[in-house]
């Protein structure tokens, strides 16, 4: 498949707010049931193991105009639950069969609730996560939750679902994981040849697609973009951190990358990324998810960091790992976590002498400029103080 075919595609999905291809692959087969999900994690595994398609809902993005969703959510709150309901009230969303909102902040958790009153018959989860990270506690609390809700799949599907069944499907998210791991991989080593919007429309079509598709879906634009030559320019490397929730429009980032900035890492699309190694497909699976989420999960801002002095580790070893010249921290207006985590962040790069700049968006952003104005004057002030 051709490099342009496959961004094509996958720009097709992303500007579908309709969810055609997810009509369509419901309508393809007697039974079938799909389940949204907002962006940060849930265990797909478990809803791939009872045969139903998960699919990320991410908002409205600039496409979407909210006139219903104003009424019900205040102003100094982000977009993203505004637009998110605007969809469902719209009848965009009637494909799904279920809704799981995964521990965010306060603004999700509400709108699991709102979701609950309108929504009243359809399979509605707030689906929490453990703030102890002790396999003995932290662990136990969280295999009970994936059992809970292995339970209210088997209710909605009619059957349960089985350990080989649920370990087939570990391996399938495995193997999709380390596609993902390779592409990243190939960007931060030469990210003139994959641009981060391509990167961030191929990772939004995961959130439509069947898993093994999309996996598929990503080797072959890692063969398409080795076949094509594109020029190499003067851009600073950048780690791009706080969109881990609410995404942001796509001009974005490619403003950020016009103005001289190749983004080396992000956080965005973390559900698919918030396992940083296999999980085992031998064993108790339930038990397999639990610890690989205790032990070895990526650090977000609406993950719980016990310890202080950890604060920030994780983002200078992506720094290093990926061997950036700064950090640009985009977050969403009004974004409680990643507000709050921002001056601790900062703190940990100042400490390194790792320089950043920040500043805040909101999904339907129509303005880029000043977006491409301060990263390109962030790119500049890097290489001035590198060739001092």
């Avoid at 500007?15 to 009509?23: A, Y």
């Avoid at 662990?139 to 080989?164: C, K, M, P, T, W």
């Avoid at 898993?211 to 030559?229: F, G, M, N, P, W």
Wanted: with cysteine; aromatic share 10%; proline share 5%.
């Amino acid at each position: 498949m051709a490099l342009q075919e496959i961004v094509e595609r996958c720009q097709d999905l992303y500007e579908d707010l309709d969810f055609s291809s997810v009509r369509a692959w419901k309508e393809a087969g007697k039974g079938r049931k799909v389940i949204g999900h907002m962006p940060v994690y849930v265990p797909r595994e478990l809803i791939h193991a009872a045969g139903i398609l998960p699919v990320g809902i991410l908002g409205g993005g600039d496409q979407l105009d909210v006139i219903h969703g104003d009424a019900y959510y205040q102003s100094y709150i982000c977009r993203i639950p505004r637009s998110t309901i605007e969809l469902a009230i719209t009848g965009r969303l009637d494909c799904l069969d279920g809704m799981l909102f995964p521990s965010t902040c306060d603004v999700i958790r509400n709108l699991s609730g709102m979701w609950q009153l309108k929504f009243q018959g359809k399979l509605v989860r707030y689906f929490d996560v453990p703030q102890n990270f002790d396999l003995d506690i932290g662990g136990a609390f969280y295999n009970r939750e994936l059992q809970s809700f292995r339970d209210a799949l088997a209710e909605l599907v009619g059957h349960e679902i089985s350990d080989d069944d649920l370990r087939a499907s570990i391996d399938v998210y495995n193997k999709n994981r380390q596609a993902i791991v390779e592409l990243y991989a190939y960007r931060a080593a030469e990210p003139w040849q994959v641009p981060t919007p391509e990167v961030y429309l191929l990772m939004r079509a995961g959130m439509l697609l069947p898993v093994e598709e999309h996996t598929q879906l990503i080797y072959d634009y890692i063969a398409a973009a080795k076949e094509v030559e594109r020029p190499v320019r003067d851009n600073c490397r950048v780690v791009i951190n706080g969109l881990f929730c609410e995404q942001p429009p796509l001009g974005l980032l490619k403003s950020i990358e016009l103005a001289g900035c190749y983004v080396v890492d992000d956080d965005f699309m973390l559900v698919a990324r918030w396992l940083l190694h296999d999980v085992p497909t031998d064993g108790d699976p339930l038990k397999n998810l639990s610890d690989a989420f205790i032990t070895y999960s990526a650090e977000t801002s609406c993950k719980y960091v016990p310890h202080k002095e950890d604060k920030g580790k994780f983002l200078v070893e992506s720094v290093r790992k990926n061997r950036a010249e700064g950090v640009i921290f985009a977050s969403p207006s009004f974004c409680d976590p990643a507000l709050l985590d921002r001056p601790m962040l900062q703190n940990a790069l100042t400490a390194r002498g790792i320089p950043f700049t920040a500043f805040k968006f909101a999904e339907n952003s129509g303005q880029l400029q000043p977006f491409r104005e301060q990263a390109g004057t962030f790119a500049d002030s890097i290489k001035l103080w590198s060739a001092a």
